[in-house]
């Protein structure tokens, strides 16, 4: 039998195969995502003739799923491989766009988002997992912040590109589009190659569901995303009611921002430390939300909402990177476990909360 090559023995090269192979999937992922992030409040409204207060609870109910899912994806990655869970998530995605447009009333949609969100609870967590066994131990933060420009690149063209599909062709045509990303996701996941040891099997090599080291890393996290919540489920509400145009040039602007800062941001952790780039992100995130009430002219619409990308895509790589950091090889599962389902309660309870 031959040897398996430890997780990092790809050495310093952060652009090798496997890295560009999960970097693509997983923007056509998010892209799938992010083509009914700006549209299904609009189809609540339209379609089943929902109320506003309950676009918030159909976004959270999403995230339960996510939520319950997370903690034995964690625990899947680490004893079967991250690959798997990334064809998993993608499978559902791909299963599950479609059907949208056959729900007829508001209960029937929260059951189809309740199946849709263990979608992403799966292929976030493999995926995750998996870039953070290719990373170098000395770049992790860098690595962290190339494949975070995979879904920002994806929410910076996708969200308005759903309008204007919307607009054009309507609801079937958006679904169906969002499901063929799905399927081309989990086409280019197959050939990705794992480099990890692979752990015995055997009740004493079970993996753990959530993992302490995670737990202040994945605090922060769940503060952020109670403001990812109010923005997701709002946003378009929000445009609509002030005449501000498409809802998804705010979703291009922060997206544009967060390109911007990932990878620069990733590296300064690396150099500098992980706080050095987590305060004062956190502070732009929180200013941000401060002043998006009063954002009403468009051009203060858009600089919010760069505000919030830059405060956003500088936290989020560096916490993963954090959370890396603390765990060996064979827990990282466990860690974007845990890390990621704190960051769906935020969605979730901040959603229902915020509606």
């Given at each position: 039998m031959k040897p398996v090559s430890p997780p990092q023995a790809e050495g310093a090269t952060l652009f090798s195969r496997n890295f560009l192979l999960a970097w693509v999937s997983s923007f056509l992922f998010f892209g799938s995502f992010y083509l009914l992030l700006p549209t299904l409040p609009l189809y609540v409204l339209w379609n089943l003739g929902g109320k506003e207060s309950e676009i918030g609870l159909i976004i959270g109910v999403f995230t339960i799923s996510a939520v319950l899912v997370r903690p034995f994806a964690g625990r899947l990655a680490d004893e079967k491989g991250r690959k798997g869970?990334?064809?998993?998530?993608?499978?559902?995605?791909?299963?599950?766009?479609?059907?949208?447009?056959?729900?007829?009333?508001?209960?029937?949609?929260?059951?189809?988002?309740?199946?849709?969100?263990?979608?992403?609870?799966?292929?976030?967590?493999?995926?995750?997992?998996?870039?953070?066994?290719?990373?170098?131990?000395?770049?992790?933060?860098?690595?962290?912040g190339f494949y975070g420009m995979s879904p920002n690149l994806a929410?910076?063209?996708?969200?308005?590109?759903?309008?204007?599909?919307?607009?054009?062709?309507?609801?079937?045509?958006?679904?169906?589009?969002?499901?063929?990303?799905?399927?081309?996701?989990?086409?280019?996941?197959?050939?990705?190659?794992?480099?990890?040891?692979?752990?015995?099997?055997?009740?004493?090599?079970?993996?753990?569901?959530?993992?302490?080291?995670?737990?202040?890393?994945?605090?922060?996290a769940f503060c952020l995303s109670t403001t990812y919540a109010a923005v997701i489920s709002f946003i378009p509400l929000f445009a609509i009611k002030h005449e501000l145009g498409n809802p998804g040039l705010f979703f291009m602007a922060s997206a544009a921002t967060l390109i911007l800062v990932r990878a620069p941001a990733g590296k300064a952790s690396d150099k500098y430390g992980r706080a050095f780039v987590l305060v004062p992100g956190m502070a732009a995130v929180g200013i941000s939300m401060i002043l998006l009430p009063l954002a009403t002219p468009l051009w203060a619409f858009l600089a919010v909402a760069g505000l919030y990308g830059l405060g956003f895509g500088a936290v989020q790589p560096t916490l993963v990177a954090l959370v890396v950091d603390r765990v060996g090889a064979k827990e990282r599962g466990a860690a974007m476990g845990t890390f990621t389902a704190a960051f769906d309660v935020g969605i979730g309870l901040g959603s229902i909360l915020w509606g």
């Open positions: 869970l990334m064809l998993l998530g993608a499978l559902v995605f791909f299963l599950s766009s479609p059907l949208y447009y056959f729900t007829p009333t508001v209960p029937w949609l929260l059951g189809l988002r309740l199946f849709h969100g263990i979608g992403i609870a799966a292929f976030t967590t493999g995926a995750m997992a998996l870039v953070a066994d290719l990373a170098p131990a000395t770049r992790r933060g860098e690595a962290m929410m910076l063209a996708i969200p308005a590109l759903g309008i204007v599909i919307l607009n054009a062709y309507g609801f079937l045509v958006l679904f169906l589009l969002s499901a063929g990303l799905a399927f081309l996701s989990f086409l280019l996941s197959v050939p990705i190659a794992e480099r990890r040891s692979p752990v015995p099997a055997g009740p004493a090599n079970r993996g753990a569901l959530f993992s302490r080291p995670a737990l202040s890393p994945a605090f922060l």
